[in-house]
């Protein structure tokens, strides 16, 4: 066989052609695909053997087919159009090189979220490009994916130049006493395919089906996290482009719905407001995995985890067995823990919606009196948290630049070369600053060593070498970053008035199989430390997860007066049962008591008991042992879902006394 191939003259060469190449790119995107399963195969490799391989052969290529026409659509027009003078040699090298380019971008994509997608749990879409619009150290990390994934990038030059030396083109010109026949072949083609790729974008042809979403790979898997297997990237892309990321469900009556469900939190006066600092730790990709003390059934009871400290501070702190991250990203976290706002279908900084009044922990301290101050180690504005953190009330914002003004910190020095200030140095410019603050203050920090591209400073490498999986050795370091910041807060006449709480943004790479599920990847710690001991100290029994911070907090310091948000107080007697709620590749996922219930939106589509059950392989959704439980689950997701979208489409994320106080008066808040 010659390379490129040649299709001889006839009426019908370009439409051959077509549809040789677009084969040829279903091949790429399947191989793809069956890259990204191979670069994540402990992701999906426990619940493979239920998966039904026609099924998820049958939905790639309904996605694959929507994301090959939309990106070659101006290909395909330019190969059909009933022109002669489209035989040109030149009008061929323009069209190959389109085709070559577009399908490029195509299968690099997808390669690179082969990576990508295991820290997000989801494939990539046009969110992304919001999220890191303002980092500047992209070009190194992708560096250091190339070298890490040698491999990935030779399948994709390869790859590359199967699309280049497999192109099929016509070849020769039609003479001139066929020319009619020509021209009715080439306008009948492209009639033929305009209908064609209209359905190809739509996800099928019948007037039922609405053009399919992300949401709609979950109809060929058995869990969310596995959709992305189904997807492709180009397509989340392309589907996200411009969307709408909340529309406002009917399910229920506005009476209904806060009768169920309200996130409004009602002024209390009969109690004395105390006026304690509050320290939160949000730490860089602290996983419940890693923690020994959460974790004592694991490995026959042998698992030690990697963090000998925060084992020490959990004997002396208030948490729950079952604590749950609200979200796949930073960018998730800082909503869920500092306002309680939880992630629903796209982090909330990359909405239109982010313009919202949005209150939050720093907001309403403010209202009695509290300074306070934020804490990140990157550049300043990174990630976009020195925009949130204003926008939610924080008085000021202390990130790289403010570090490196410091004179008894070396600001070159103590940079990972990657994203911020290394978690030692400046966990001990954060207690030594607070120092600065004027009581009682309310502080939060954003940690960043325990990431991507997993690697602690030179001086450590011998203390903590590499074991397990990448990230353990960063995890032991930030641990002990964590210890000498404790170690110097004790030394802090504001310490013993203070309330600190430490969770983790989100969770990340995992070597047990009941983290890799689609409510595992959200195991997230959550404590309360209270180093007067006026606090309950234990594990409790419990589900918890980061929007239950904001309330717990304020209620806890006897908070007077009303405020929006979406989580709960877990120390009320009166909240039960406790609850958690996120969302996963479309899927709202609701944890009560033992139970994880899986909602599209519309239909309710699994029930396990994850305690039980802790790999998630039987769905108990027609058991009916658990009908009358099912059906009041069902009806307070519905209640929260509903609630939020409401209140963001409305900008009414603050508390309203005209509305709110009379709904306080008429309604019992329930959780």
Known sequence: MKFPIAIKPSPYSNLIATLCNLLLVYVVYMVCRIAYVWENWDLFHEGWHALSTSELLRGGLRFDTSAIVYTNAIYILLMLLPLHIKERNWWHSMTKTLFIIVNSIGLTANLIDA?????????????FFSEFSHEDNLGGIVGAELANHWYLLLLGLL????????YTKPSGRMSNDRLGLYYAAQSLSLCIAIPLCICGMRGGATKAIRPITLSNANQYVNQPAEAAIVLNTPFSIIRTIGKTSFASPSYFSKGQMNALYTPVHCASSDRPFKHRNVVILIVESFGREYIGAYNRHLENGQYKGYTPFIDSLIAQSLTFTHTFANGRKSIDGMPSIL???????EPFFLTPYSLNNVGGLAHELSKQGYNSAFFHGAENGSMGFQAFARATGFDAYYGRTEYNAASRFDGDKDFDGTWAIWDEPFLQFYALKMTELQQPFITAVFTASSHHPYVVPQEYQSQFPEEGIAIHKCIRYTDQALRKFFATASQQPWYDSTIFVLTSDHTNLSDHDEFRTSIGVYAAPILF?????QLPRGCYEGVAQQIDIMPTLLNLLGHNHGYVAFGKDLLDSNTSPHWAVNYNNGIYQWVQDSLLLQYDGQTTLSLYNYEADPLLRHNLLHSSAHTTQLHDMEQQLKAVIQSYMERMTSNQLLYDTATDSTACCKTTHKE
């Open 115 to 127: 990576v990508y997608s295991r820290y997000t749990g989801r494939r990539t879409t046009f969110s």
């Open 159 to 166: 790859l590359v130049a199967a699309l280049i030396l497999c």
């Open 339 to 345: 306002s309680s706002i939880p992630m629903f279908v």
């Open 529 to 533: 430390f209270d180093p007067s001991g």
